[in-house]
């Protein structure tokens, strides 16, 4: 037998393990090892009923994901599950799918193969290809409308979401859950349906017509994609596919979703949504910190400021079971603090996301005070106060007076150097950033800043925190704004030059929101606040290069009391429902900055707003790349997609400018510094080196990595 899947006889049943790890992933090998193992157990006389379970932590994770790079590359010719499914579903002695931990994609599909499927109460299954930009492409849009009904199949299948045991045993996907030991109850299960062969998966025509009405199914989930799929292809295809199989035959419905298949697959999408997959994995590795790094145990946390973002923090603390003081200056700011998690909590719970016992409980682990009482305590102490060098080095003084040796000194700060903050303490090996993104109880990316004496230890213990606060943690070097705030200076710069230049801010924020962000940037500086930049513009206006071009509009708006959402109006005027408008008080300043400056004013196309917003991205993410702010093209991207609402579809900004390719933008990037000057748009000399030599950014991170691995 295959060294991937063993068999064994338990008396009469006998026992298929599928043994890949760490997510038994359907790599080659391992569907032929399943094949051989039901064919060994239909030959032996002694076996009346078989059980294919997962060893491990999982069932199977679904079709080797690694391998769609080397199908598109002409390495391999395809994923050939469709007949080793047909077999398994063939087999004359009834199949028993024990499934616990994930069955997932192609994990749910060979599932389904199987005449009965029985769970643990914690298993999940679901269709997640979407999330990968393909659909299932082993029958998964075929036979899960035949199990679970066209509405279920249609929801699993374009939306991706797994569901749990027991909405799988509502649906019809599985027929017990299994109490205690799985494989005892499933073997158990198999003696009781021994010489029962129920009838095949893809026999099964009886749910195909739904009682609703198909029609109505169809054009409801193809609204809800378009809406909250935005722009993206797969959850669109996979409806085609789930359609296919209510109108054709189960072998012609089959071929119909390979199309679709492969046309998903060999999409760019499905590249960048594969490239979003593993970089989330990839950003973890950190190459000189060694995974046996000692780990702090972080039980109890402390932070300073109740603010925007010292509430959302002090929520990912008690959301992660972590109990956590939160210190504020004042009794009506840390009522106000206080108040604002209260409501967000009870937001969630008329929402129906969780109890009210559970927003107690959670309610119950954050303690509000306006004194450093319990901080010696803590084992991580995050401060989120204002943003200005010489508030946060007193406070730093403060906490590192208070705190215990081993304590973690935090701070949210999105722009100041943490190596300066660290220089206020007796210990700056245990000072690091931990710059959260607004709102920070929903975003999930955390920067984590490294400075210049931060310890390894202290880093492992963030990065591991991270994932425990349920973040995308990525590791920056110290820098003013770090990754993503550096960056998006460079971006927000542009959209402004071009608002001066001639097109009106909501041009420029349709143009991006056309492009796919979740929103423009002059929409999201009035989220955000406009008063936040001109702060930090006025604490580095020291830094400011004479004769380089700076914006003016979003100080002029602030001279006038504009900003953003939180006084009614900003770049916009909003109403009361939050709705923005254009203001031709906007208009005016914008016409009075240029002609004050001497701006030309012109006709700009949505062509250029792209370009000159997504390639300065491009240019600075080079940039920090080479002076190895970050680790890894992919650690911009996950920036990115985790903390500014890139489209994940796209890949990320680096990503991106690899699929456009790097010649290309660098050839604008060129034309832009002949027009705006070397001091804006100098190429970044990496992006040239990798232009010239036909390389893209992902191709540097491969070197590298293969570099360091030698
Ligand atoms: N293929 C290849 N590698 C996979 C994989 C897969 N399907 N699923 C996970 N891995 C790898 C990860 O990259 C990671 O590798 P690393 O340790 O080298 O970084 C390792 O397995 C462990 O994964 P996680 O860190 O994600 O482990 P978790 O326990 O946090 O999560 C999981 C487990 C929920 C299964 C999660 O890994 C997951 O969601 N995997 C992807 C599931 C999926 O998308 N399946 C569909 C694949 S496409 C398909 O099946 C097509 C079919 O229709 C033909
Ligand atoms: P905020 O103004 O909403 O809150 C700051 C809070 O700190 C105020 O409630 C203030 O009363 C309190 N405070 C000031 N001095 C204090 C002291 N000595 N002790 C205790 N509390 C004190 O500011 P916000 O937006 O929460 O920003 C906090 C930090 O987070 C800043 O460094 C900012 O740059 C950073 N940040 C902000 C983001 C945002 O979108 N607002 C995003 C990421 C980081």
Partial sequence: MSELVDFTRHGEIGVVTINNPPVNALSPGVPEGIVAAIEAAEADPEVRAIVVIGGGRTFIAGADIKEFGKITSGERPRLSLYAALNHIEDSKKPVVMAIHGTAFGGGLEVAMSG?????????????????????????????????AGVAKAVEMCAFGEPIDAKSALAAGIVDKIIEGDLLTGAAEFARGVAGNLALKTRERNEKLQDASGNTAIFALAREQARKTRRGQKAPLAA???????????????????????????????????????????????????????????????????????????????????????????????????????RKNYENSVKKGRFSQDLMDQR??????????????????????????????????????????????????????????????????????????????????????????????????????????????????????????????????????????????????????????????????????????????????????????????VADELCELGRYGQKTGKGWYKYDENRKPSPDPEVTA?????????????????????????????????????????????????????????????????????????????LAKIEE??????????????????LAAAGKTFESWDKEKESAAGA
């Avoid at 594969?274 to 702090?296: C, L, M, N, Q, W």
């Avoid at 804006?680 to 080196?689: D, G, N, V």
């Fill in 363 to 552: 309610m119950a682990l954050i303690t509000p005070q306006l004194t450093y009482s319990g901080f010696e305590q803590a084992d991580i102490i995050v401060e989120a106060v204002f943003e200005g060098m010489a508030l946060k080095k007193q406070i730093f003084g403060e906490m590192d007076k208070i705190a215990k040796p081993d304590c973690i000194l935090a701070s949210n700060t999105s722009t100041l150097s943490i190596d300066e903050i660290a220089s206020a303490t007796s210990r700056p090996q245990m000072v690091i950033g931990h710059h959260f993104f607004s709102p920070a109880n929903v975003m999930r990316l955390l920067e984590i800043v490294r400075g210049a004496q931060t310890s390894k230890e202290v880093i492992a213990t963030s990065m591991a925190l991270a994932k425990k606060l349920n973040k995308v943690g990525v590791l920056a070097g110290n820098c003013r704004g770090f990754i993503g705030n550096r960056m998006i200076h460079c971006y927000g710069r542009e959209a402004q030059f071009l608002v001066e230049e001639g097109a009106a801010p909501e041009a420029v924020d349709h143009a991006i929101y056309e492009f796919g962000l979740a929103m423009g940037p002059l929409a999201m500086g009035d989220l955000a606040g406009l008063d936040v930049g001109w702060r930090i513009r006025k604490e580095f206006k020291h830094l400011e290069k004479p004769g380089v071009r700076v914006p003016h």
């Fill in 115 to 147: 005449h009965y499927r029985v769970a643990a109460p914690t298993a999940q299954v679901g269709q997640p290809e979407v999330k990968l930009g393909i659909i299932p492409g082993a029958a998964g849009t075929q036979r899960l409308p035949r199990l």
């Fill in 239 to 341: 409806i085609d596919a789930v359609e296919a199989a209510t109108r054709l035959n189960f072998s012609d419905g089959c071929d119909r979703e390979a199309e679709i298949f492969r046309v998903c697959l060999f999409s760019t999408q499905s590249k960048a949504l594969i490239h979003g997959f593993f970089g989330e994995r990839a950003v973890s590795k950190i190459p000189d910190i060694p995974k046996d790094t000692k780990i702090y145990d972080i039980r109890r946390a402390a932070i300073i400021g109740a603010g925007t973002m010292g509430g959302g923090i002090a929520m990912n603390y008690a959301n992660a079971g972590i109990p956590v003081i939160v210190k504020e200056a004042a009794q009506d700011a840390l009522d106000r603090g206080l108040a604002i998690i």
């Fill in 672 to 689: 832009f510094e002949k027009r705006h000057g070397s001091d804006l748009w100098a190429p970044a000399p990496l992006l040239k080196k």
């Fill in 589 to 665: 300043v914008i016409e009075k900055v240029a002609k004050q400056y001497g701006i030309e004013r012109r006709s700009i196309s949505n062509e250029e707003i792209i370009e000159r917003t997504i390639y300065a991205l491009v240019n600075e993410g080079a940039r920090i790349l080479e002076e190895g702010i970050a680790l890894r093209a992919v650690d911009i991207d996950i920036v990115y997609l985790n903390g500014y609402g890139f489209p994940a579809w796209r890949g990320g900004p680096m990503f991106y400018a690899d699929t456009v390719g790097l010649d290309k933008v």
